[in-house]
């Protein structure tokens, strides 16, 4: 049994079924996909979660394939491999090739010098965060025009609160196995083919023609009445089966009306903050662990415009904004001119997102204060003439879990918990890696874990 359907409990449950494993899925939602939703709306296409995702792993393949749903997908338009940083009011192209980075205009002679003494610094010493790594090997320039950004594209954090051996585990790595990055980059490029891996930045985005939320209605239909949504889940308990054996219950509310469940297993693949409750009678401390992980609000404001009211050709992913330009949006997608069908035709769809661990309280904006600074922030730095004919704003009270130092020992007392407790096992975001790619290496991982468990009892 599983309580949550987001893509981590989907995955779970798609490949328990495939060794064979019965599974039930629980969800207090409507629809599953957790936070990946689409919403589609006279010709504009929003999406509520992840507006896209990285070919990090074949699995997403395999499963496309057995899902029957491998036609649907898209891939993104190759512009979308430029993207913007902006630096003095201005969007700089992120630079994708060495002779692009000695002629960018994104970093001084002194910033680009400083990046190229990077394989010359030594190993750290301990536990640091993001910004104490990356200002160690490549400079402060770097961090503030290329890692503070993109931390906030990713986490919607901030790089001097998030743990680099946690949330950049592959870019710890390569200091650890190799003694710097250069050389990790070259010699890790052979390791991922082996693994048939691609890194991040080498894999192609994709969607669908109908959004992302193609994908855990799919994974939905793959479950059919064993999905079982508006059912909130209450608590998880452990007894003893007549035959000896450990099951559990899970008690949950349905339409108003109480219920239970007994299974052999239960997963918990819910956020931090609710698994926090599910996980108290088992471990007081690791359900304190759970509560003190921050996911920080961030407001999604999409916006739709006539194409001519661009000031700019949108000619790449879009844009971020380091924290040193003191503007109050995180960075803007260029929605429309990634993937087909996100916008009527003759209209552009722009998706900024505000707020963030950078300024938790400009997401907290009414609707109308919120638009506006947007398209004040807009006008600013494309051009944007007028304004929008259409707007929709999604809001996350909590956002994105923070991989924050001490993070790996939380990770670590999740495992001594499902190593004390046979049968209970955790699962999500703020477990393995926050992207959709991870999502689905982390489910895979548990499913093969699990099926293999009750094979040995």
Same mark, same amino acid.
């Given at each position: 049994?599983?309580?949550?359907?987001?893509?981590?409990?989907?995955?779970?449950?798609?490949?328990?079924?495939?060794?064979? /494993?019965?599974?039930?899925?629980?969800?207090?939602?409507?629809?599953?996909?957790?936070?990946?939703?689409?919403?589609?709306?006279?010709?504009?296409?929003?999406?509520?979660?992840?507006?896209?995702?990285?070919?990090?792993?074949?699995?997403?393949?395999?499963?496309?394939?057995? /899902?029957?749903?491998?036609?649907?997908?898209?891939?993104?338009?190759?512009?979308?491999?430029?993207?913007?940083?902006?630096?003095?009011?201005?969007?700089?192209?992120?630079?994708?090739?060495?002779?692009?980075?000695?002629?960018?205009?994104?970093?001084?002679?002194?910033?680009?010098?400083?990046?190229?003494?990077?394989?010359?610094?030594?190993?750290?010493?301990?536990?640091?965060?993001?910004?104490?790594?990356?200002?160690?090997?490549?400079?402060?320039?770097?961090?503030?025009?290329? =890692?503070?950004? $993109?931390?906030?594209?990713?986490?919607?954090?901030?790089?001097?609160?998030?743990?680099?051996?946690?949330?950049?585990?592959?870019?710890?790595?390569?200091?650890?196995? #190799?003694?710097?990055?250069?050389?990790?980059?070259?010699?890790?490029?052979?390791?991922?083919?082996?693994?048939?891996?691609?890194?991040?930045?080498?894999?192609?985005?994709?969607? $669908?023609?109908?959004?992302?939320?193609?994908?855990?209605?799919?994974?939905?239909?793959?479950?059919?009445?064993?999905?079982?949504?508006?059912?909130?889940?209450?608590?998880?308990?452990?007894?003893?089966?007549?035959?000896?054996?450990?099951?559990?219950?899970?008690?949950?509310?349905?339409?108003?009306?109480?219920?239970?469940?007994?299974?052999?297993?239960?997963?918990?693949?819910?956020?931090?903050?609710?698994?926090?409750?599910?996980?108290?009678?088992?471990?007081?401390?690791?359900?304190?662990?759970?509560?003190? =992980?921050?996911?920080?609000?961030?407001?999604?404001?999409?916006?739709?415009?006539?194409?001519?009211?661009?000031?700019?050709?949108?000619?790449?992913?879009?844009? /971020?904004?380091?924290?040193?330009?003191?503007?109050?949006?995180?960075?803007?997608?260029?929605?429309?001119?990634?993937?087909?069908?996100?916008?009527?035709?003759?209209?552009?769809?722009?998706?900024?997102?505000?707020?963030?661990?950078?300024?938790?309280?400009?997401?907290?904006?009414?609707?109308?204060?919120?638009?506006?600074?947007?398209?004040?922030?807009?006008?600013?730095?494309?051009?944007?003439?007028?304004?929008?004919?259409?707007?929709?704003?999604?809001?996350?009270?909590?956002? =994105?879990?923070? #991989?924050?130092?001490?993070?790996?020992?939380?990770?670590?007392?999740?495992?001594?918990?499902?190593?004390?407790?046979?049968?209970? #096992?955790?699962?999500?975001? #703020?477990?393995?890696?926050?992207?959709?790619?991870?999502?689905?290496?982390?489910?895979?991982?548990?499913?093969?874990?699990?099926?293999?468990?009750?094979?040995?009892?």
């Amino acid at each position: 049994m599983i309580v949550g359907a987001g893509v981590s409990g989907l995955t779970v449950a798609y490949f328990l079924r495939r060794a064979g /494993l019965g599974v039930t899925v629980l969800d207090t939602g409507d629809a599953p996909g957790g936070t990946m939703q689409t919403v589609i709306d006279g010709g504009w296409l929003v999406e509520t979660g992840p507006n896209s995702a990285l070919e990090t792993t074949p699995l997403f393949g395999e499963m496309f394939d057995g /899902l029957g749903i491998a036609g649907e997908q898209l891939y993104a338009d190759p512009a979308a491999d430029r993207r913007y940083i902006l630096r003095d009011a201005l969007l700089h192209p992120l630079p994708m090739s060495p002779a692009a980075f000695l002629t960018s205009s994104l970093w001084s002679v002194r910033g680009k010098l400083r990046l190229m003494k990077e394989p010359f610094v030594g190993r750290g010493a301990e536990e640091e965060t993001v910004a104490q790594f990356v200002r160690r090997r490549l400079g402060e320039e770097f961090l503030d025009y290329a =890692i503070n950004p $993109f931390v906030a594209g990713v986490y919607a954090g901030d790089p001097a609160a998030l743990s680099v051996r946690a949330a950049f585990p592959k870019l710890y790595a390569l200091e650890e196995r #190799y003694g710097g990055l250069v050389r990790g980059m070259v010699r890790g490029a052979g390791e991922r083919r082996k693994r048939a891996e691609k890194a991040k930045d080498r894999a192609r985005m994709f969607s $669908f023609r109908a959004g992302m939320q193609t994908f855990p209605n799919a994974l939905g239909r793959s479950l059919g009445d064993e999905l079982r949504l508006k059912c909130t889940a209450a608590s998880v308990e452990r007894k003893t089966s007549p035959g000896g054996r450990p099951e559990f219950v899970v008690h949950y509310r349905r339409h108003g009306e109480p219920g239970s469940l007994e299974a052999p297993a239960a997963v918990l693949a819910v956020p931090a903050y609710i698994a926090e409750s599910f996980v108290r009678p088992f471990s007081g401390s690791l359900a304190a662990a759970l509560g003190r =992980i921050f996911y920080p609000p961030v407001a999604e404001v999409f916006l739709g415009f006539p194409a001519s009211a661009m000031g700019r050709p949108l000619d790449g992913f879009g844009f /971020l904004i380091p924290a040193k330009e003191k503007r109050k949006i995180l960075g803007t997608i260029w929605s429309s001119a990634l993937f087909p069908g996100r916008a009527p035709a003759g209209h552009v769809a722009l998706t900024t997102f505000v707020g963030g661990s950078r300024q938790p309280l400009l997401a907290g904006l009414d609707d109308g204060e919120l638009a506006g600074t947007v398209v004040s922030e807009l006008r600013s730095l494309m051009g944007v003439q007028g304004d929008p004919v259409y707007a929709k704003i999604i809001r996350w009270e909590k956002a =994105i879990p923070q #991989y924050g130092l001490g993070h790996l020992e939380l990770v670590e007392e999740i495992r001594t918990l499902e190593r004390n407790v046979p049968g209970l #096992y955790l699962c999500g975001n #703020y477990r393995g890696g926050i992207a959709v790619g991870d999502c689905l290496t982390s489910g895979e991982g548990l499913a093969r874990r699990i099926a293999g468990e009750m094979r040995n009892q």
